[in-house]
């Protein structure tokens, strides 16, 4: 290992990885550099391995290939200098994971415990805090998603979008240094799209660094500084959105935009 | 029926109530346990459990406390009536509410691990704070059922000399040759115990609705 964290270096970097479900290659040895500090946007077709991609750099999916770093330190897996790689223990994933936080498409909140609960459960079972120190923090972090007045609210009593809200709330909840997004729109009614995507702009503008596998193109043309276009499990683009959106424009980007004109893309295309 | 009488059919439906009780109990913690090895990957964790859960469930429960009330002596081991009792109510419950739990730990969404994965939660903090709990909400209606059938089979106990709410009546009748009067009140007992617990039951449930509904 001769990469070393530093703050300046990249937040992720992804060399060589391969994800094998069975006889299906999913991802065909993806090479990608996410930097600090901006939002990366993951685009592409349904089945083009964007989310199993972002799933390896959560490790919630174990790449059968290649190397994750996390600020520099390596997650899940190290490859010695003969290429060999090794399962790194548990506490070591623990603990390089607790630098990502995640938001998933079908939320994930836990049903049994309202929204403050949801928020500051990691806060005292993992990190321990008093009660009263946690509830603090989680109240600012819903106080950031705009939902501190939904704090006693269970999740079956929240609008989907809400719900995903409070995941982010959640997820911040750590302060982690990075943020993945996993179709965090998919899942929610168009006109709840909106709300969510304005937690997550405000975030961009505050410097966090996010990875964000979505449909939104408009999101990712205006929020995405780095938009990755993968297809059949490669990255088939990868670049500033002037430049892969601009013309003249990849013929299967093409292709994979017109299938958007209707859904708000359409100044784009 | 004189006062002393029915005061004595009261205290039997309690001690039917007690044993009943602390048999759910017991069956709740060994049928985690069952579950906990039933769902395992180890093979010598996995076989044993099942078939522990098919023969509990495979036997009458009759047949089990004259098993367990006879076979314990032969261990050497001597004890009063009302513990094998409680031994075989256990047994037989845990089996069927490890079954139940079972159904409950696999309805848990992976998603809601996968988020608390992600924010570091162990192994154990996980089955502790997330996985139980919500095994547990949803297999409430099937455990109010199973401490139902297991409040009326505990009038088998009888059959190990253990005095209970039907052993009760029995001798009752027996004695005053008056064998409907203590019948049928031993049968208003165990409807009005079991009423109290189904309405223990939809009282939790609806106490939990608000986070369901």
Known sequence: MTEVSTPTGPAIVVKGVSKRFGDLEVLHGIDLRIDRGTTTCLIGPSGSGKSTLLRCIAFLEEATAGTILVDGAPLGFTEGPDGARTRLPAPSIRAVRAKIGMVFQQFNLWPHMTALGNVCEALRTVRRLPRKEAEERGMAQLRKVGLENRAGHYPSQLSGGQQQRVAIARALALEPEILLFDEPTSSLDPELTGEVLNVMRALAEDGMSMVVVTHEIGFAATVGRHIAFLDHGRVLLDGPPEEVFGAPRHPRLEQFLETYLDRGAATLV | ?213
């Open chain 2, 1 to 213: 029926m004189t006062p002393r009488l029915f005061e004595l059919m009261l205290w039997a439906a309690g001690a039917t109530v007690l044993i009943s009780a602390v048999s759910i109990l017991i069956g709740l913690a060994i049928g985690f346990l069952v579950c906990a090895a039933r769902v395992s990957r180890t093979r010598w964790l996995s076989t044993p459990a099942a078939v522990f859960v098919s023969f509990f469930r495979g036997v009458p429960l009759l047949v089990q406390l004259l098993l367990i009330y006879n076979l314990l002596p032969g261990f050497g081991l001597y004890v009063p009536s009302v513990v094998a009792a409680i031994a075989g109510l256990s047994l037989c419950t845990a089996a069927y509410q490890a079954e139940n739990l079972r159904g409950g730990f696999m309805s848990v969404p992976k998603g809601l691990l996968e988020a608390a994965d992600m924010v570091g939660l162990s192994p154990w903090q996980q089955m502790r704070r997330i996985r139980a709990p919500i095994a547990l909400r949803l297999t409430l209606p099937a455990l109010i059922n199973e401490a139902i059938l297991i409040l009326k089979a505990s009038s088998l106990i009888s059959v190990v000399g253990v005095v209970e709410l039907t052993r009760m009546a029995q001798n009752l009748a027996a004695s005053t040759y008056r064998p409907l009067l203590f019948y049928s009140v031993a049968g208003g007992l165990y409807l009005v115990i079991n009423w109290l617990v189904a309405g223990g039951g939809s009282l939790a449930e609806r106490m939990l609705k608000k986070e369901r509904a």
